[in-house]
């Protein structure tokens, strides 16, 4: 925390902030009472904190002192490591723009499925196969919402009754890393009230890891399909995932799947 903020507080000039200052000054960059009045906190607190001393400091502090030293957003999120909070989460789905390389990653891995969500299951972005063989459409817009709530995705799903206590345990893992989170309280409430389902596994506080697995789906048209699951962190781009489904060696799955793209392009 001290070498952080010294280091962050020396790169910064009077001019950078606004500041106003007459004379010679002996200290490069910033001085702590500059950066607490620009932060609107005490300059003995301040202090306090940039010595790396026994304090708490709040996630609104913290905000005013990244604003003050004009952290980025992985600065700010360091900041809030090192003073021991959880770093602050982006929000959720809405007005989100896919980077065309992304877009590119996941038709590339057609005719196979493949899907990008985020830390709320939110869904981003589902290429062509992955809507035809799990049964998604416009309205699908968050992973466990659809799970518990798409009729068709449900009876697709060949093991969806024994699955189903698992997929809610992998969320509450999810959730317990960003406690008092409103968009995972959000996406709770809004399935608790159409789901008793889900209400009632919810209720039973299970938390699971959720690691490389299968998924199994009785297509209409296609059959039984059997996919090996594999899920990838998108390292700039914090929260989000790449879920890639690969068809399981030993199985009809590729040759089946290569069958419904030739009856269904596009």
């Not at 932060?39 to 502090?61: C, F, K, M, P």
């Not at 003073?83 to 007005?95: D, M, Q, S």
């Not at 024994?162 to 995972?184: I, T, W």
Request: glycine letters at 8%; a negative charge.
């Amino acid at each position: 925390m001290r070498d952080f903020l010294r280091n962050r507080r020396s790169r910064l000039t009077p001019d950078d902030v606004g500041l106003i200052t007459a004379g010679r000054r002996r200290t490069p960059g910033l001085r702590r009472e500059e950066v607490a009045t620009l932060a609107g906190v005490g300059v003995s607190w301040y202090t306090w904190l940039e010595q790396g001393r026994d304090i708490n400091a709040s996630a609104e502090v913290l905000d005013a002192i990244g604003g003050a030293l004009r952290l980025t957003e992985p600065e700010r999120a360091h900041l809030y490591v090192l003073a021991g909070l959880n770093p602050p989460l982006e929000g959720g789905a809405k007005g989100v723009e896919v980077p065309q390389q992304l877009r590119d990653l996941l038709d590339s891995w057609l005719p196979r499925p493949a899907i990008l969500r985020d830390r709320y299951w939110n869904l981003l972005m589902v290429n062509d196969t992955a809507q035809a063989v799990f049964g998604l459409g416009d309205d699908d817009h968050n992973c466990l919402i659809s799970f518990f709530t798409n009729a068709r995705y449900r009876s697709m799903h060949t093991h969806w009754a024994s699955a189903a206590p698992d997929v809610v345990a992998a969320f509450r893992a999810d959730v317990a890393r960003a406690p008092g989170d409103p968009e995972f309280g959000r996406v709770i409430d809004d399935l608790s009230a159409v789901s008793p389902e889900f209400a009632e596994l919810w209720a039973r506080h299970e938390v699971g890891l959720p690691a490389q697995s299968v998924k199994a789906v009785r297509h209409p048209e296609a059959g039984e399909l059997l996919f090996d699951m594999t899920t990838l962190a998108v390292v700039d781009r914090p929260g989000w995932y790449l879920e890639f489904y690969n068809p399981q060696p030993g199985s009809e799955t590729g040759h089946r799947l290569g069958l419904l793209v030739v009856r269904n392009p596009g």
